[in-house]
């Protein structure tokens, strides 16, 4: 996993999120949630990739919710 603090549009990003790691997840969320605060001060809004970045992670967190409530 990258040390990188936040994570750019550029930078590698996994295909599918159903096989990272709970801790690598956790850390990938935070170096968006930190590219997407630089991109709303620096840029005045998210580029898109970010933003779509974004939105799977948060799919994925609640997916891993849904299946600890069912007991999976």
Do not use: C, W
């Not at 170096?31 to 779509?52: C, H, K, M, S, W």
């Amino acid at each position: 996993m990258s040390e990188k603090l936040h994570l750019t549009p550029d930078d590698a990003f996994p295909e599918d999120l159903s096989v990272v790691k709970d801790k690598d997840l956790q850390i990938l969320d935070s170096q968006i949630q930190r590219q997407l605060d630089y991109e709303y001060v620096a840029e005045g809004g998210p580029n898109p990739e970010t933003e779509f970045r974004h939105y799977d992670l948060d799919e994925e967190f609640d997916e891993r919710d849904n299946r600890d409530i069912k007991g999976e």
